[in-house]
C-alpha cells in the first residue's frame, strides 16, 4: 500500500524536476527522497519520471498521477496547517519562500524575535514567484526581480560575493588583473552549479569574459562549499555572510577582495496584501535585522 510520505516526494520532484532540490524543501536526504519515489513506481508499476543529466521529465503516467493527487495533498496539507495554527496559537503565520542558506545565515537567528508564526518554503526564484502568484505564499526573499502583474518588489539588501581560499594557500601579491586571472584559472574550483554561478560573475564583471573553468566538485549549498575549502579542496565563490559564519575563521580566508561582486536582494508580496499587519511586520522586522 502507498504511504502519504511517497505521494509528498512525487509531487515536490514533480515540481522541481530534481530529486535534490526536492530532497531540500522537503528537509530529507537524497537517497531517502529517491528511495519514496523507487517504492512509489514499484506500487504504480511503471516509471514515473525519464531520468536525463539535467532534470526528471515526468511520464504520461507521471503526469496523470499528479493531476489526480496535487489537489488532494495540497488541500490535505492546507487543512493540516490551519489545524495546527488554531491549537497551537493565536499568532498570525507567514509563509515566507526563500532559499535556504539566506534563511539559515539570516532570518533563523533572528526568528524568535518576530511575534508570529512562520511556515518557510526554500526554492529557487521562478518556483518561488509561482508560489507567491498562487497565493501560496505571502511574500519571498529573492535576488531575481521577474516582472510579474501585481507583485511588488521592495530592496531588501546587497549581498557581496567573494572568492574564498583554504587559508594554507600561497597566493600571489601585486601581481596585474591579468596574472590573477590566469592564476585563478588554474587552481581547483567548487561551484554551486554546472553554470558557474558567482564565478561566471567575477570573471564578466572583472575580467570582461567568460570563465574557462571546470569545477572539481558541484556542490550545490554554500556552507558545504566552505567546509570543502576549509578541508583544502580549492577556491570557491560565495557571499560574505556565508563566510562570516565559518566557526572556524582560521581555515579559510577571502582573497583578491578587489574581485567582489555585488547582487541585491528584493522582498516581494503581492500589492494587494502589502499592508496586511502580519506581512508588514515581518517585513519591518527583517529590514531592522538587515
Known amino acids: 500500500m502507498a504511504d502519504y510520505e511517497w505521494y ?11 530529486v535534490s532540490e526536492a530532497a531540500k524543501t522537503r528537509m530529507m536526504t537524497q537517497p531517502a527522497m529517491s528511495q519514496h519515489l523507487a517504492a512509489l513506481e514499484a506500487e504504480v508499476g511503471e516509471a514515473l519520471f525519464r531520468r536525463t543529466s539535467r532534470k526528471m521529465i515526468p ?47 539570516k532570518i533563523l537567528p533572528q526568528i524568535q524575535k518576530y511575534n508570529m508564526r512562520t511556515v518557510v518554503h526554500f526554492s529557487e526564484a521562478d518556483q518561488l514567484l509561482q508560489l507567491l502568484n498562487e497565493d501560496k505564499l505571502d511574500l519571498i526573499i529573492t535576488s531575481k526581480k521577474i516582472p510579474a502583474a501585481g507583485i511588488e518588489y ?72 566552505l567546509r570543502a575549502i576549509e578541508n583544502g579542496v580549492g577556491l570557491g565563490v560565495m557571499p560574505t555572510y556565508i563566510f562570516e559564519q565559518a566557526a572556524d575563521k582560521s581555515k579559510s580566508k577571502v582573497i583578491f577582495v578587489e574581485l567582489t561582486v555585488k547582487n541585491e536582494l528584493f522582498i516581494a508580496c503581492k500589492h494587494k496584501h502589502k499592508h496586511l499587519s502580519s506581512i508588514h511586520e515581518f517585513m519591518k522586522s527583517i529590514y531592522e535585522d538587515n
Not at 8 to 18: L, N, P
Not at 92 to 101: D, M, Y
Not at 166 to 191: C, D, F, R, V
Request: with cysteine; aromatic share 10%; glycine share 4%.
Open 154 to 225: 521592495l530592496k531588501l539588501m546587497e549581498e557581496a560575493f567573494v572568492v574564498v581560499a583554504p587559508e594554507h594557500y600561497e597566493i600571489p601579491i601585486g601581481i596585474s588583473l591579468i596574472a590573477k586571472e590566469i592564476w585563478l584559472a588554474t587552481q581547483n574550483w567548487m561551484s554551486y552549479g554546472l553554470e558557474l554561478p558567482g564565478i561566471r560573475r567575477i570573471w564578466r564583471e572583472h575580467f570582461k569574459k567568460r570563465p574557462l573553468i571546470r569545477p572539481v566538485h558541484i556542490i550545490p549549498d554554500y556552507h558545504l562549499i
Open 59 to 105: 511520464t504520461e503516467r507521471g503526469k496523470e498521477l499528479y493531476s489526480q493527487l496535487a489537489p488532494l495533498i495540497e488541500s490535505l496539507d492546507e487543512v493540516t496547517i490551519n489545524l495546527n495554527c488554531a491549537s497551537l496559537s493565536t499568532l498570525a503565520v507567514v509563509r515566507i519562500g526563500t532559499h535556504h542558506e539566506f534563511f539559515s545565515a
Open 8 to 18: 509528498r516526494s512525487f509531487i515536490a520532484i514533480y515540481k522541481h524536476h530534481s
